[in-house]
């Protein structure tokens, strides 16, 4: 049971006060502190949230304990939550769910936005967008790399394709392995893999190899082509001789290399997309569209396969539009992103 409130921007204050006030409209709590990976900062105790003024961004918080911990985070899960806490929520498949919590979390805006999905057994109406194709039958979903059938109340399991890739690519590498945020699979059809973000941009690979360090996957351009190598690919299926394009975005580059690999084991035909905040990458000047870079990578044929995509489109096409989803549209309507609406939807 969580213990404090979800807060959106309907209940914000607007403009943003004081880092000494609460973010919270109408709140006149005097503030204490809680501690953070940063020190110590502004909390509010009646509305259980720390405060962190340089990004006008708040964190769910009701304690130091880790069952507090968990309440928090479970504050920001609005859809199937009793399933998230018990499957998904410090589960060691799962990396960092300590970010749960987190007002800006891209985790917890997908599970929220594809678990509801999921719930209605609307997953495939995403199909002809993502991959240009209708599938025949539901697709299955898994998030970073866990089977997720609400139904069902065992754990769920790893993708075992994803499991075969990791031993390829990853099988000296100890933690931090490639998880994609989301992939949808329709057996003997379609592997579909969504890179999501949120209020972050695409990750962008250095030009030097000083940060690699043996255990974690590399950072930089030269080991990430050294590692996830084009050759341990079908013949003519990517390509990254004379790669012109700046910047390397490293995660997109790696889940391509995985969606390509995954779907030959399959025998399915692959997707890879990039979900994004639309409002960030028009009003960010350092966020760019990543297509050119992808497009290099791969021939004339496949380049189709990949799309980048943003949240707003999504609940454009294929949420405000279906009456089932009155309590997602609201949801994504009235979300909130370092103390402003964070999607450009009405």
Same mark, same amino acid.
């Given at each position: 049971?969580?213990?404090?409130?979800?807060?959106?921007?309907r209940d914000l204050a607007s403009p943003v006060r004081t880092s000494s006030s609460c973010p919270v409209s109408g709140c006149s709590a005097n503030l204490e502190r809680a501690n953070s990976q940063w020190g110590e900062l502004p909390y509010c105790p009646q509305h259980r949230i720390r405060i962190h003024a340089t990004t006008r961004t708040f964190v769910y918080y009701d304690g130091p304990d880790r069952a507090s911990k968990r309440d928090a985070a479970l504050r920001n899960i609005l859809?199937?939550?009793?399933?998230?806490?018990?499957?998904?929520?410090?589960?060691?498949?799962?990396?960092?769910?300590?970010?749960?919590?987190?007002?800006?979390?891209?985790?917890?805006?997908?599970?929220?936005?594809?678990?509801?999905?999921?719930?209605?057994?609307?997953?495939?109406?995403?199909?002809? +967008?993502? /991959?240009? !194709? =209708?599938?025949?039958? #539901?697709?299955?979903?898994?998030?970073?790399?866990? *089977?997720?059938? $609400?139904?069902?109340?065992?754990?769920?399991?790893?993708?075992?394709?994803?499991?075969?890739?990791?031993?390829?690519?990853?099988?000296?590498?100890?933690?931090?392995?490639?998880?994609?945020?989301?992939?949808?699979?329709?057996?003997?059809?379609?592997?579909?893999?969504?890179?999501?973000?949120?209020?972050?941009?695409? +990750?962008? /690979?250095? !030009? =030097?190899?000083?940060? #690699?360090?043996?255990?974690?996957?590399?950072?930089? *351009?030269?080991? $990430?082509?050294?590692?996830?190598?084009?050759?341990?690919?079908?013949?003519?299926?990517?390509?990254?001789?004379?790669?012109?394009?700046?910047?390397?975005?490293?995660?997109?580059?790696?889940?391509?290399?995985?969606?390509?690999?995954?779907?030959?084991?399959?025998?399915?035909?692959?997707?890879?997309?990039?979900?994004?905040?639309?409002?960030?990458?028009?009003?960010?000047?350092?966020?760019?569209?990543?297509?050119?870079?992808?497009?290099?990578? $791969?021939?004339?044929?496949?380049?189709?396969?990949?799309?980048?995509?943003?949240?707003?489109?999504?609940?454009?096409?294929?949420?405000?539009?279906?009456?089932?989803?009155?309590?997602?549209?609201?949801?994504?309507?009235?979300?909130?992103?370092?103390?402003?609406?964070?999607?450009?939807?009405?």
């Amino acid at each position: 049971m969580t213990s404090g409130p979800y807060i959106d921007i309907r209940d914000l204050a607007s403009p943003v006060r004081t880092s000494s006030s609460c973010p919270v409209s109408g709140c006149s709590a005097n503030l204490e502190r809680a501690n953070s990976q940063w020190g110590e900062l502004p909390y509010c105790p009646q509305h259980r949230i720390r405060i962190h003024a340089t990004t006008r961004t708040f964190v769910y918080y009701d304690g130091p304990d880790r069952a507090s911990k968990r309440d928090a985070a479970l504050r920001n899960i609005l859809f199937e939550r009793d399933y998230f806490s018990a499957h998904i929520l410090g589960n060691a498949a799962k990396a960092e769910t300590h970010r749960i919590c987190h007002e800006t979390s891209e985790d917890a805006l997908s599970w929220n936005v594809f678990s509801r999905l999921a719930r209605g057994r609307l997953l495939r109406l995403l199909f002809p +967008t993502l /991959a240009l !194709s =209708s599938p025949s039958n #539901d697709p299955e979903l898994f998030m970073w790399g866990l *089977r997720v059938n $609400l139904n069902d109340s065992s754990a769920p399991t790893l993708f075992p394709a994803l499991r075969s890739a990791r031993n390829v690519f990853e099988k000296d590498i100890t933690r931090f392995w490639t998880e994609p945020d989301i992939m949808l699979y329709v057996p003997g059809q379609w592997l579909v893999l969504i890179e999501a973000k949120f209020t972050q941009r695409n +990750t962008i /690979a250095s !030009s =030097s190899s000083d940060r #690699d360090v043996s255990g974690d996957k590399p950072k930089s *351009r030269e080991g $990430l082509l050294r590692r996830y190598a084009a050759d341990a690919l079908p013949p003519g299926a990517m390509r990254t001789d004379g790669l012109n394009q700046t910047p390397f975005y490293s995660q997109l580059y790696r889940n391509l290399v995985f969606a390509i690999h995954m779907a030959t084991e399959l025998g399915v035909s692959w997707g890879l997309v990039n979900l994004v905040c639309g409002k960030q990458f028009r009003q960010q000047a350092n966020f760019q569209d990543p297509t050119p870079f992808i497009h290099e990578l $791969l021939p004339e044929k496949s380049r189709g396969q990949f799309l980048f995509y943003n949240w707003e489109s999504l609940y454009a096409n294929d949420v405000v539009k279906n009456a089932d989803l009155k309590d997602l549209a609201s949801y994504m309507c009235n979300k909130s992103a370092n103390g402003v609406k964070a999607f450009d939807i009405e």
